[in-house]
């Protein structure tokens, strides 16, 4: 059945590339490097968790077109702060500046991600659809060591388009010769990655590390990405 596959697209941000880890080691050194628990941010328990609460949130609205870029990246700092009553706006820039320097250049992949990778990378072409920002996603893979691997990189600022919409799936098809029917997507977002793929006619394998329980039927669907050698 995988034989008519020539094109693996993969998300980036927690299908192979650990944003979670990777955001929280960078917080921590933001944390530690502007003295926050002096200021009463306390514990970083809680501070990452709001920030991950409001990163998601603005990471929803700008999907949906009500915010900008710009806005998403120093709002999440200082929507933060305002909840632990510190209203610094100039500080919320300057944790925004600090945290979009040195978040990409992380490392942590998610586990058996560089395994699959080479595996896949013999048998068929391997490119990204993304909805991070272009300069952002690139020195994501290169500094993890995986930016070879992909032939095409899609973003969503390449594209001038956003998962879930069919438009930024079409434009991959365009960007690198692939078809519906020799096309699949691999993501762990349900609502963007997998419905997005399954609206726009493609199959998808819906990573699924957390067995978040869903009525959506997709055409593979694994817990790990090892499971992955079984399917290609």
Not at 48 to 74: A, C, P, Q
Not at 209 to 220: F, G, S, V, Y
Request: hydrophobic share 35%.
């Amino acid at each position: 059945m995988t034989q008519q596959y020539k094109h693996l697209f993969f998300d980036l941000d927690h299908t192979l590339w650990d944003f979670d880890k990777n955001s929280e080691v960078t917080l921590l050194h933001l944390y530690n490097e502007y003295k926050l628990e002096e200021r009463n941010i306390a514990p970083f328990t809680e501070f990452l968790d709001i920030f991950n609460y409001h990163n998601d949130r603005l990471w929803t609205r700008f999907r949906s077109g009500y915010i900008k870029r710009d806005e998403l990246r120093w709002k999440r700092f200082w929507l933060t702060l305002l909840d632990f009553k510190i209203g610094d706006t100039a500080l919320a820039h300057e944790l925004s500046s600090a945290y979009l320097e040195m978040l990409p250049t992380q490392t942590l992949l998610v586990p058996h991600a560089k395994e699959v990778l080479e595996h896949c990378s013999k048998k068929y072409e391997l490119h990204l659809i993304t909805n991070g920002f272009e300069n952002t996603q690139w020195m994501k893979l290169q500094y993890s060591g995986i930016a070879s691997y992909f032939k095409e990189i899609i973003t969503s600022e390449k594209s001038n388009c956003l998962k879930p919409h069919t438009d930024i799936f079409d434009y991959a098809l365009k960007a690198t010769g692939g078809t519906i029917n020799d096309s699949i997507m691999i993501g762990d977002a349900l609502e963007i990655d997998i419905k997005g793929a399954y609206n726009a006619g493609w199959d998808q394998v819906y990573y699924n590390p957390a067995r978040i329980e869903h009525d959506h039927n997709p055409t593979h669907e694994v817990e790990s990405l090892q499971e992955l050698l079984e399917i290609f």
